[in-house]
């Protein structure tokens, strides 16, 4: 049997219906913030990638789908093209291609469609994966500096996930200074790295030399306690893009945005300046980035185009998705746990537990002996539940209970007299 190639999937019905419904309900925000189609194509050369993402960044060195397009005729060149990972690359290529800063207004594009990253393939991540995008960009002039603009665009994008009905996002927030001041950081990133950099890995002993930045994307769980003790962006932004930060943050908390400050998200895209962005989701499990997002004052230049300074952001529509499915599942379920008893020994362990739960007013079901583990987890997650409460001997004679949560797959042990609380805290 062919199926369809690892990392790829099919969109069926009635799951189609949802993404149609998300993208009708872009289109509708776009248009009200007066923002236009437009469509690059799906592949690009690769220099272009290079240049404008990054040869440094993951992205580049590690996902991106490149084959060589070879000459037909002596008097062609043979090309090196590549499957676009994202967009606003080819973006910016096609406003210095047609000269869109002739108008000598902001261009708002947005976009909708396919990327492509070589990444390992898991929940919320593959390797053909779809972006709802947006970007602004044009002269000084029109004010494409502004952080009225970044404003703007934050606004809007809470505007659509109110639109498509997801809620519990948490918007996280940081600058990553600009051309002027990123020197001295990567200076400061410099000399704190080399005296820690024999003790990570591979990829941060080569960035620490050649981008120190992109150390900070490592997810390398040895490496993070030495990450987390690097100098920090903020103490090295130059008094622009201070002020501009401020007054971003200040026009947030006029519209009521609510955003938290994280000094250490730089994103893994090497043309962001100043503001950078990213929304995340409970419900997603690792890959809990629902969008992502910021500046990029330099990208236009770094590729031979004119000054034309943006912001813009993608969506991972596969993502948003995910998330309002989970979301509806767990709206049509009041089940908050399902009980598991580990053995016929323990049914009635189990019994006695989920009595004394629902007494107390928390919805639960019972399996039975016959479930393995992994079936009860699968039957867990089906019946809606939020956790699965396991009871075995270990846990009898302990007195405290294996609990899984079902949406971030996280185990933790929960003491009986905790447990009440532990489950019915959820959601609050
Ligand atoms: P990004 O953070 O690389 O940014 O991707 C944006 C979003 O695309 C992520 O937050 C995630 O939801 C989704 N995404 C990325 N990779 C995958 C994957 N392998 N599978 C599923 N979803 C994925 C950019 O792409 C920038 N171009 C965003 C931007 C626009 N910045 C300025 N303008």
């Not at 990133?189 to 941060?204: G, N, P």
């Not at 079901?365 to 997650?381: C, I």
């Not at 396991?390 to 846990?395: H, T």
Request: negative net charge; proline residues 4%.
């Amino acid at each position: 049997m062919i199926k369809a190639v690892r990392g790829t999937r099919d969109l069926l019905p009635p799951d189609t219906a949802l993404w149609n419904f998300v993208e009708n309900k872009a289109r509708e925000v776009f248009a009200r913030y007066n923002y236009q189609e437009i469509r690059t194509p799906v592949f690009e050369s690769t220099e272009l990638f290079e240049r404008g993402v990054g040869e440094e960044t993951d992205i580049v060195s590690k996902e991106m789908f490149t084959w060589e397009d070879k000459a037909r005729a002596a008097s062609e060149k043979s090309l090196s093209l590549t499957l676009r990972p994202e967009n606003t690359a080819g973006v910016v290529r096609a406003y210095i291609e047609h000269n869109l800063e002739k108008s000598g207004l902001l261009q708002k594009l947005y976009y909708l469609g396919p990327q492509f990253r070589r990444e390992r393939p898991q929940k919320g991540r593959y390797r053909q994966f779809y972006q709802i995008g947006a970007e602004i960009i044009g002269p000084p002039s029109a004010g494409s500096e502004l952080p009225i603009r970044d404003a703007e665009v934050l606004d809007m994008l809470v505007a659509l996930l109110d639109a498509v009905g997801l809620t519990g996002w948490t918007l996280f927030l940081n600058s990553v200074g600009c051309s002027n001041c990123r020197p001295a950081y990567n200076q400061a990133l410099r000399e704190a790295l080399a005296a820690v950099k024999d003790q990570m890995c591979a990829d941060c002993r080569r960035r620490a030399e050649t981008n120190p930045l992109r150390v900070l994307d490592c997810k390398v769980v040895e490496d993070q306690p030495i990450i987390e003790a690097l100098p920090k962006i903020a103490d090295y932004l130059d008094e622009p893009c201070r002020e501009h930060f401020a007054q971003v943050k200040a026009m947030l908390d006029e519209l009521g945005v609510p955003y938290q400050v994280n000094e250490r998200m730089v994103r893994g895209l090497d043309y962001y300046t100043r503001t950078t962005f990213e929304f995340t989701h409970g419900e997603l499990g690792a890959q809990s980035a629902v969008l992502g997002g910021g500046r990029f004052d330099g990208l236009s230049e770094e590729l031979g185009g004119p000054r034309a300074p943006g912001i813009g952001f993608a969506i991972g529509e596969d993502r948003l998705v995910l998330a309002l499915q989970a979301q509806q599942k767990k709206a049509e379920s009041a089940l908050q746990a399902l009980i598991v008893p580990l053995g016929k020994e323990m049914n009635r362990h189990a019994l006695k537990l989920a009595k004394e739960l629902r007494e107390a007013g928390v919805a639960v079901d019972v399996s039975d002996e016959s479930f393995r583990l992994k079936k009860s987890f699968e039957t867990a997650e089906k019946l809606g539940a939020t956790y699965a409460v396991l009871v075995g001997e270990n846990e009898m004679a302990s007195g405290e209970f294996a609990v899984k949560n079902l949406e971030s797959g996280e185990q933790t042990k929960v003491a009986r007299a905790g447990l009440l609380k532990y489950l019915s805290a959820d959601g609050i």
